[in-house]
C-alpha cells in the first residue's frame, strides 16, 4: 500500500527559531530594496570591503547598502540593533557594527536559502527513491492500494483523512504512470536538482529510458538527511564569528585565549540574531549564552 500526504497548512521551521530576516523578506512578492546610508570608520571595515568598495564609499564620504528590506523592518531592526549596541556600551562603532552586522545578515540570508534548496532537493530524492522502491517490490501484490493522506488540521492537532484506490489493478496502473514519467526524467522543475538524481539513479539517468535498477534506489531511499535546524544553526555560528573578529580588533568584547567566545560576546550574539528575528528568546528556556555556547560546540564537533 502507498499513501501519498499533504496538508493544507505550511509547515513551521522551528518553535524555538523564526526564519531569517533576509529569508522572509524574499518571500514576500512586493518586497523592495532599499539603500541605506551609514557614516562609519572605513579604515575599520576594509576587511568586509572589496578594494572597490573601500574606494568609492571613501571617495563619497559615506558606506551604503542594499537591503532587501522594507522601510519598516529596517527602522525597526536598525533601531533594535542601535538598542542592543548601547546595552553593550558600544556606541563608539555604532555606525561600522551596524554595517558589519546587516552585511553578514545578507550572507547568512543567502546562505540559508541555499542550504534550504540543497535539503529540499535531498529530501525530495530520498521520497521519490522510496515511493519507486515500495512500487517495483510491490508488483506481485494483490491487495496492493493507493493512498491520500490529507491533514486538515494542524501541525500541533493534526486531522488525518486517508482515501484509498481498493482496485489493484487501477493503483497500479496509477502507481505506473508516475513511474514512468520519472524513468524519462519527467521530473517537476524546481523540486530536484540534476546532480543529486544523477548521482542516485545513475549517471545516464537524463540520457537513457531504461528502466531505474533497484539497487539505485535502494541507496536513495536509505540517504539520511541532517534536521534542517543543523545547517541553520551552522550559519548562526559563522555570522558570529564574523560579528566576533569586528569585536576582538576594535572593542573590549573581547574572549580570552583558548575561549571560543566569552560569555558577554555569547550574550550579545544572542540579542543581535533575536533583533534580526533569527531567534524567539520566549520560545527559549537556557540562558542565552549558554545557548550560543551550545551551537557553536556542536557546530565544531
Request: net charge negative; aromatic share 12%.
Amino acid at each position: 500500500m502507498l499513501i501519498f500526504g499533504y496538508s493544507k497548512k505550511l509547515p513551521l521551521i522551528n518553535g524555538e527559531i523564526n526564519n531569517s530576516s533576509i529569508y522572509s523578506a524574499i518571500q514576500t512578492i512586493a518586497m523592495s530594496i532599499i539603500k541605506v546610508k551609514l557614516n562609519p570608520d572605513l579604515e575599520k571595515l576594509k576587511t568586509y570591503l572589496g578594494e572597490w568598495h573601500f574606494k568609492t564609499f571613501t571617495k563619497q564620504r559615506y558606506a551604503q547598502l542594499e537591503l532587501a528590506l522594507s522601510k519598516d523592518q529596517y527602522k525597526r531592526y536598525s533601531d533594535g540593533l542601535k538598542g542592543v549596541i548601547e546595552k553593550y556600551k558600544l556606541q563608539e562603532v555604532c555606525e561600522e557594527l551596524l554595517y558589519v552586522i546587516f552585511k553578514e545578515d545578507e550572507v547568512l540570508g543567502d546562505n540559508i536559502r541555499n542550504d534550504q534548496t540543497r535539503y529540499d532537493y535531498l529530501e525530495n530524492i530520498i521520497d521519490v527513491s522510496k515511493f519507486l522502491l515500495a512500487f517495483k517490490n510491490s508488483q506481485d501484490n494483490p491487495h496492493f492500494q493507493i493512498g491520500i493522506k490529507e491533514n486538515t488540521g494542524t501541525e500541533n492537532i493534526p486531522i488525518n483523512k486517508t482515501y484509498f484506490v481498493k482496485n489493484a489493478e487501477i493503483s497500479k496502473w496509477m502507481c505506473q504512470v508516475i513511474c514512468d514519467a520519472i524513468e524519462v526524467g519527467n521530473l517537476p522543475y524546481g523540486l530536484v536538482d540534476e546532480q543529486s538524481t544523477e548521482n542516485i539513479f545513475g549517471s545516464s539517468y537524463y540520457d537513457s529510458q531504461a528502466p531505474i535498477k533497484v539497487e539505485n534506489l535502494e541507496r536513495g531511499a536509505n540517504l539520511k538527511n541532517k534536521s534542517f535546524s543543523v545547517y541553520r544553526r551552522k550559519r548562526y555560528v559563522e555570522f558570529c564569528y564574523e560579528v566576533k573578529n569586528f569585536l576582538e580588533e576594535y572593542t573590549n568584547l573581547k574572549s580570552a585565549a583558548n575561549v571560543k567566545v566569552s560569555d558577554e560576546q555569547a550574550n550579545f550574539f544572542f540579542d543581535i540574531l533575536s533583533v534580526l528575528d533569527y531567534l524567539n528568546f520566549e520560545k527559549i528556556e537556557s540562558d542565552p549564552k549558554d545557548y550560543i555556547n551550545s551551537m557553536i560546540r556542536n557546530h565544531n564537533k
